[in-house]
Each structure stands twice: as structure tokens, then as C-alpha cells.
């Protein structure tokens, strides 16, 4: 087939190394791919290194920006729709709240063009624009616009089953199908144990002694993130457990915000920050690490818990969207979201006990081996394209 993938930015984040796991090996299966982004604009860091020399062919539009900014999205729209005209895709798979609609209009002004059910368009719900912590205007205008959008869609797929629920419970594409197709990490990096003397000198970097409990947040320093509930229990932590320490893993625009409050609080000799750190280095800080903490307010499903369970490693995570479809009572610690209190007894359960630690680390492996394995997702969307373009599918099983 002829696939096009839409994605508003590659920045680094879970959505876009879901899409470049995704368009990598469905190029290595044989079908011609093409994805259209953005510029990586931001603090988030790019990805578009893991681009170079692949079997897939990138492209950028310039005028593609997160932010809603209408006379660049209307030039997007008209940049894409040529694109899609000279390719001529079977399909056309978006990602992200504004390569979303930009590229779902596109796609579908084209069916007239060339026959109803050409080009095939799905849609990826990694995460949502409507929220409960978003102003209810804005909401319900995010709402508006992807119920008309969800009508330029054959077909979502989800990265969790409560993205399904709560896009249908919107109103949005409730008369389409869906699917889940949990989203692929690339587990060889995670499974395969990191030399002590690597984990060693990770510490070292950045100051962790040997004997300390690491407690890791991979996650960008923006809004709705989590990272203050965590600052805010390490105030009564600190004071039980003298050997914790509290490791964050990334950058945004928050970063110095957060740093002044730790040190206000007397707790700077207490936390480390790694700033960016590339995908193929996230293994070595989970895995240098002994939990994971994830208290971010809205996420689809945060490649961060799998990661950290694929490691072995236990997951504390606020019940949010899809962390209760790998986080339970056997893989780590589900809490009610900005129960700090809750926060605090979880973590305090399983510093204090490192058999529990191990326990809980090794069924979560188990657990989610195959169901983040990269094929398994892709078989799981190449499956969707076949339904929307059936004649291929039997042209190659003939």
C-alpha cells in the first residue's frame, strides 16, 4: 500500500516515537511510506535523527504549529493536500490534536477525487484536546471541531481502551469503529539487563550515592504533568527515608519554576534532573533507578509505565485514563489523581521493601511483553488498512 502518516511535530514524546516505530516497520514490510510533520519547535528536543535512513520518506511542512494560528494552518492544509494529490495514498493515518484535523480534511476533500473509499483515513487517539482541567469554552470547542473531523474518519485507533470510551462518550465518531492497539516500545532496549558498572557510572553522573532508592519521573516539565504532587510528598519523604532520592528525566518550560521550589523547600540535595535525555538512554535511567512515579493529571497511556515495567521496575502512577490497563495491585500502585497522601503511602510501601519491589517489577515484565511489543501494534493497524483497502489484501495473499 501507499501510506501517508501525519503527525503536527517529532518532537520527543510518546505519540511521535509510537509513529516512527509504526511507519519504520510497516516501510520494512513492504509498503511505501511517506510521513509529513512539522518543525521540532519547543524545548522538547527532535526526533528527526531516528529518520535518517529509513526505508520511509519525511517531509516537513513549515507552517504546521501546535498552537492554533490560522492563517499557518490554512496554508498547512493546502501544502498537505498537494502532497496527498501527488502521492495518492490508500491510506491516510494521522496522529495529534492539529496534524488531526488539518490532515483528516485533507484527506477526505480527496474521496471525491478519486473513489469513495480512497483514501482510507484513521486517526490515532494517543491522548485527547478536551480535558477536565481545560476551560469548558475551550472544551466545548475542541469538542465541536472533532465531532466534525471524527465524521472525515473511517476508523480510530486507540493506545487504550479509555480513549475509545471517553472519545465516544464525547460524541465524537461514535458511529466508526475502533481499536486498540496498545502503543510499541522498543523492548529490546528495555529487557536486556544494563552492567552494573554502567548503572554505576550513571549514579555517579549525577551524584546518586550506591545505597540510595532512586525514584524516577520521565516526563516534560509542562502543565498538568504531575512533577509538583511528587515535589510536594518528597516534604514528608524526605524526612522518613533518609536514602531516597528523586530523579527527573526530562525539560520544558516549568524546569526552573520547579527547581526554585525545591530548593525553598530545603530539598535541592535530594533531587537530580537530567534534563533531555534520547530515547536509547531511557532504559539506563529507569533501570539505574528502583520506581517509577508517574503522577501526571492526563495522558492516553504513558509509555513511562510500560518502560519502566519491561525494566522490572514497580509503577506508582494516579489512576488517570489508561494507567489501570498495565498499573495494578501486582505491577505497582494505582492512587486516586492529586491524593498526595495516597502518594506518600505508596511510595513510603515500597521504598521500605525491596522484595516487594522486585516482585511487583518482574510480573509487570511479564505482563507487558507481548501486548508493547512493536509487532503486535503494527499488526494491529496494518490489519485496519486492510479492512479500508480490501482489494490489497487480496491482491497480496494471491
Known amino acids: 500500500m501507499k501510506i501517508v502518516h501525519v503527525i503536527t511535530r517529532l518532537i520527543l514524546g510518546g505519540a511521535q516515537e509510537n509513529t516512527l516505530i509504526t511507519c519504520k516497520l510497516l516501510a520494512e514490510r513492504g509498503h511505501e511510506v511517506t510521513l509529513i510533520t512539522g518543525p521540532a519547535i519547543g524545548p522538547e528536543g527532535q526526533l528527526f535523527d531516528q529518520t535518517r535512513g529509513q526505508k520511509y520518506r519525511t517531509i516537513i511542512v513549515d507552517e504546521m504549529r501546535r498552537a492554533i494560528e490560522p492563517v499557518k494552518d490554512a496554508i498547512s492544509y493546502v501544502k498537505i493536500k498537494r502532497l496527498l494529490r501527488g502521492i495518492q495514498p490508500d491510506i491516510v493515518h494521522t496522529h495529534s490534536a492539529k496534524a488531526g484535523i488539518v490532515g483528516r480534511y485533507a484527506a477526505w476533500s480527496l474521496k471525491d477525487e478519486w473513489a469513495p473509499n480512497l483514501p482510507g483515513v484513521v486517526h490515532s487517539l494517543h491522548g485527547?484536546?478536551?480535558?477536565?482541567?481545560?476551560?469548558?469554552?475551550?472544551?466545548?470547542?475542541?469538542?465541536?471541531?472533532?465531532?466534525?473531523?471524527?465524521?472525515?474518519?473511517?476508523?480510530?485507533?486507540?493506545?487504550?481502551?479509555?480513549?475509545?470510551?471517553?472519545?465516544?462518550a464525547a460524541g465524537i465518531g461514535v458511529d466508526k469503529p475502533h481499536v486498540t492497539a496498545y502503543s510499541a516500545i522498543d523492548e529490546e532496549h528495555f529487557l536486556a539487563p544494563i552492567p552494573e558498572r554502567e548503572r554505576a557510572a550513571f549514579r555517579r553522573t549525577h551524584d546518586i550515592?550506591?545505597?540510595?532508592?532512586?525514584?524516577?519521573?520521565?516526563?516534560?516539565?509542562?502543565?498538568?504533568?504531575?512533577?509538583?504532587?511528587?515535589?510536594?510528598?518528597?516534604?514528608?519523604?524526605?524526612?522518613?527515608?533518609?536514602?531516597?532520592?528523586?530523579?527527573?528525566?526530562?525539560?520544558?518550560?516549568?524546569?526552573?519554576?520547579?527547581?526554585?521550589?525545591?530548593?525553598?523547600?530545603?530539598?535541592?540535595?535530594?533531587?537530580?534532573?537530567?534534563?533531555?535525555?534520547?530515547?536509547?538512554?531511557?532504559?539506563?535511567?529507569?533501570?539505574?533507578?528502583?520506581?517509577?512515579?508517574?503522577?501526571?493529571?492526563?495522558?492516553?497511556?504513558?509509555?513511562?509505565?510500560?518502560?519502566?515495567?519491561?525494566?522490572?521496575?514497580?509503577?506508582?502512577?494516579?489512576?488517570?485514563?489508561?494507567?489501570?490497563?498495565?498499573?495494578?495491585?501486582?505491577?505497582?500502585?494505582?492512587?486516586?489523581?492529586?491524593?498526595?497522601?495516597?502518594?506518600?503511602?505508596?511510595?513510603?510501601?515500597?521504598?521500605?521493601?525491596?522484595?516487594?519491589?522486585?516482585?511487583?517489577?518482574?510480573?509487570?515484565?511479564?505482563?507487558?511483553?507481548?501486548?508493547?511489543?512493536?509487532?503486535?501494534?503494527?499488526?494491529?493497524?496494518?490489519?485496519?488498512?486492510?479492512?479500508?483497502?480490501?482489494?490489497?489484501?487480496?491482491?497480496e495473499e494471491l
Open 128 to 168: 485527547l484536546s478536551f480535558h477536565r482541567y481545560q476551560n469548558p469554552w475551550l472544551n466545548r470547542f475542541y469538542i465541536a471541531v472533532e465531532r466534525a473531523t471524527g465524521r472525515r474518519t473511517d476508523y480510530f485507533i486507540s493506545v487504550a481502551d479509555a480513549m475509545t470510551e471517553q472519545n465516544k
Open 209 to 395: 550515592p550506591t545505597d540510595a532508592v532512586v525514584l524516577v519521573t520521565i516526563a516534560r516539565f509542562f502543565m498538568l504533568k504531575g512533577h509538583d504532587y511528587i515535589i510536594e510528598s518528597a516534604k514528608d519523604l524526605a524526612k522518613r527515608f533518609e536514602n531516597v532520592v528523586w530523579l527527573f528525566v526530562g525539560d520544558g518550560n516549568l524546569t526552573d519554576a520547579y527547581k526554585r521550589q525545591i530548593r525553598d523547600l530545603g530539598l535541592a540535595e535530594r533531587f537530580r534532573f537530567t534534563g533531555l535525555m534520547p530515547p536509547d538512554q531511557i532504559p539506563l535511567a529507569i533501570q539505574s533507578s528502583e520506581i517509577l512515579v508517574h503522577c501526571s493529571l492526563r495522558e492516553g497511556l504513558a509509555r513511562t509505565l510500560p518502560q519502566a515495567m519491561l525494566c522490572g521496575r514497580p509503577a506508582i502512577s494516579f489512576d488517570v485514563d489508561g494507567a489501570r490497563e498495565v498499573v495494578n495491585p501486582n505491577t505497582g500502585r494505582l492512587i486516586e489523581p492529586k491524593n498526595v497522601p495516597q502518594l506518600v503511602e505508596a511510595c513510603t510501601e515500597l521504598i521500605a521493601d525491596k522484595a516487594l519491589r522486585e516482585k511487583l517489577g518482574q510480573t509487570g515484565r511479564e505482563s507487558v511483553k507481548t501486548k508493547f511489543a512493536p509487532h503486535t501494534m503494527v499488526d494491529t493497524i496494518e490489519d485496519v488498512y486492510h479492512r479500508l483497502v480490501p482489494e490489497r489484501a487480496v491482491h
